[in-house]
């Protein structure tokens, strides 16, 4: 099993996971086709199948267009808002191609409807691999758009954290970085996340990305598998584990925030599709 890290848009991951021995390939989050096929022909593999995490139009924009171009293509995903949706699956339902093997984790807070894939080969001495699209990245958690800090901590303590350790981490965005500084925030003293940080900022000044990380690398730096740590009880002034994690994901929403960053009017119109004709363009 390959996993093809593909960056596009400002700074979304999508992934092409191929089975090496037929070349067939599963996509993961196909946000933009243009770049999707253009990895598919350089690695000479052939498209079974769309997994997508959530309908948000950064993730899923492609599906319509990749349909039309490979019919019979398959799209998976747990939310009927998915463009070009064939199979609708649920927490806990395996899916076969060829020899990788994908498990559905439903992880609705994000969005009510967002599912992570995790994926791995029988007899094979590769580590799995999580697509953990917009609930799990390195070093932070998603927004709790369409949910509340019960679901999110629920996923990330009964769902994602008890994966296996070595579990591969392939989120959806790239915001190590970010995430990373608020973490020393939190912990200022925590000598991982200071190495980690400064991994990253290598990363970047390399334009390199910072995925994968794995699990077990996460409960060491990343705040929101960290609930029950007295540093991060004291930064939130809470001790219950949901409400130290409802703390840490209002503090992380107001910290830095990019005085770019659109209105909140302006991030619904694209999560409706509005821009799309002027993206499309380009």
Known sequence: ?????????????????????????????????????????KEDVVLRAILTTHHHWDHARGNEELAQLFPGLRVFGADERIGALTHKVTH???????????????????????M???MWEDDSPDAPALFSGDTLFVGGC?????????????NLTQILGTLPKDTKIFCGHECTIRNLKFALKVEPENEVVKQKLAWARQR?????PTVPSTLQ???????????????????TGRTEPVEVLRALRSERDNFKRPK??????????FDWGLFRPFLEKK
């Open 204 to 208: 970047d000044d390399d334009d390199l």
């Open 142 to 154: 998603g927004q709790f758009f369409e949910g509340t800090a019960e679901q999110m901590h629920t």
């Open 260 to 269: 770019e960053r659109p209105n909140p009017q302006a991030m619904l119109a």
């Open 1 to 41: 099993m390959k996993v093809k890290v593909i960056s596009v848009l400002e700074d979304n991951y999508m992934y092409l996971v191929i089975e090496e021995s037929t070349r067939d390939a599963v996509a993961v989050d196909a946000a933009v086709p243009k770049r999707l096929l253009e990895i598919i022909r």
């Open 92 to 114: 806990g339902q395996e899916l076969t191609f060829g020899a990788i093997r994908v498990r559905c984790l439903f992880t609705p807070c994000h969005t009510s409807g967002h």
């Open 217 to 235: 690398e996460e409960f060491l730096y990343n705040p929101f598998l960290r609930l029950t740590e007295e540093a991060v009880q004291r930064f």
């Open 116 to 118: 992570c894939y995790f």
